[in-house]
DNA sequence: CGCATACTTGAGCGAAATCAAGGCCTGTGG
DNA sequence: CCACAGGCCTTGATTTCGCTCAAGTATGCG
């Protein structure tokens, strides 16, 4: 009956690699430049001013950057690879809140404190860019602003489709919606659709509010149903996307 | 087999009410400089240039006065009572992602189109900007633009800590979590708080992912635990904070 | 080879949904 | 004034979907 809220994740030790050592070395201009979106904003702009608050580090797959409750203290846009944002219940249940992938921002969902845990899926590289020394950017480059608050206006419309799902969505609409959802991003031809899964399915049952027996179970039915083929765990082909849709909006 | 999806809701006839027939009238500069929550950042701006863009408008309760799959041509700010937005399935389950008050603004969460649907749960008073001529706005005054990040991140905050309830907490986790939500904002003494719920159980039921039911049920087991009083529907005062806090985390 | 990790599958259970009935209040109209 | 209808809320009985617990399988690695 302990009091788990307040204390950190138990693996973040990997967090120093973003601490001042790492840092000082290397400025990311490129970046900067090509990732936080603003090549045609600021093209007659010095870049180099941007480049003064862009610090990019790597993190390998498994370990947390972020951890929730910690001070808000840096923004990251992900340059590569993916990452799982997740809130903990203090009896161990989770919540993954958002996938990033490359070109998201990571923290605009933070005031003071950070709102969630971030893990590496994948082996990943950023850029840290300090809120403080962002923030005083922001006076040169409005239009930085402005492309923070597009990114945070669909970052809320996401997040209300998930309500949405996690509140009223059986557990085969919730998987049909998720595995549509990740083909808009990737080419989305009529039939046998790829959809890459960086992660387990722990990670996805954590996603969708449900357990990986489910999670497993819903995915054997679709496969059943040949709406889906699963090749390898993380390679699932979409045969009928018309039933999956369906399915997905709960008519069938 | 119809789709419903794209269908706007059956009453939003009112929605005249904020057409063009009605808003010439009257500019609303104390609401525009107020509401917008600039006063102390445009102290030395022209505020009637402000107001030049800033429409008010009366929506009695119960009516729609925005609705999801709409262009998003609008953005509000709620001057006086409260609202809710709701997102609809075909088969008309549906899943309030949020309720807004005084001072929020509405319309944050829209790229090109409205991802919700908004409804007066009392009378209401609001403030409605087009979103073309507030993007001009944003040039001259660039710190409208912060001050929409900064809401924009906070709600972000709120609705990941809903996707936390929603996918993960019990029927009796989420009713504590609510309760307990409601008094933050409402002077919240040590114990005996009354929560003013400005909608009914329906809309409870549909904001936190559960049955009128069971949150009737849940509600009362609360009250002959003695952790709340219920005097009239509508008002719940909190005779047991600790316990709710602990019933709200999982921990009892 | 043994072990660990991830996924699948099955059996049984339980929390919340569904179905159904009844109470309370307000407004309306005879 | 009462009768009645319609909301809204509560309570009870039953069902069900997804969870829990428990094996069992496949894959990768030292």
């Keep these: 009956m302990e009091d788990h809220l307040a204390q950190p994740p138990p693996d973040r030790a990997f967090k120093c690699n973003i ?10 201009d490129t970046c900067a430049a090509r990732h936080i979106g603003l090549c045609d904003a600021m093209i007659d ?30 923004f990251f846009n992900l340059n590569r690879g993916n990452a799982k944002l997740f809130k903990n219940l203090p009896d161990g249940r989770r919540q993954i809140v958002g996938f990033v992938a490359a070109g998201d ?20 590289r950023l850029c840290r860019f300090d809120r403080a020394e962002l923030r005083a950017l922001f006076m040169e480059f409005p239009i930085l602003e402005r492309r923070l608050l597009e990114a945070a206006s669909r970052e809320l419309v996401v997040a209300q489709a998930q309500m949405l799902l996690l509140g009223r969505k059986s557990a085969m ?8 959802n ?14 890459t899964l960086p992660m387990p399915r722990s990670d996805v049952a954590d996603y969708l509010g449900l357990t990986i027996e489910t999670v497993s179970r819903t995915l ?33």
């Design 19 to 28: 601490g001042p050592e790492h840092e000082a070395s290397a400025h990311c």
């Design 45 to 74: 702009a010095d870049l180099s001013q941007l480049a003064t608050v862009a610090h990019w580090c790597r993190i390998p797959k498994g370990h947390i950057f972020l951890a929730e409750g910690d001070p808000a203290q840096n």
């Design 105 to 124: 921002f990571i923290g605009l969902a933070a005031n003071n404190r950070y709102s969630f845990t971030a893990e590496a899926l994948t082996d990943v």
């Design 173 to 180: 609409e919730r998987l049909a919606t998720f595995l549509l």
């Design 182 to 195: 990740g083909t808009t991003s990737q080419g989305s031809r009529r039939n046998h659709t790829v959809v």
């Design 220 to 252: 054997t039915t679709l496969k059943q149903r040949h709406v889906i083929e699963i090749s390898c765990d993380y390679h699932i082909s979409i045969t009928d996307r018309l039933t999956l849709t369906n399915l997905a909006a709960g008519l069938s």
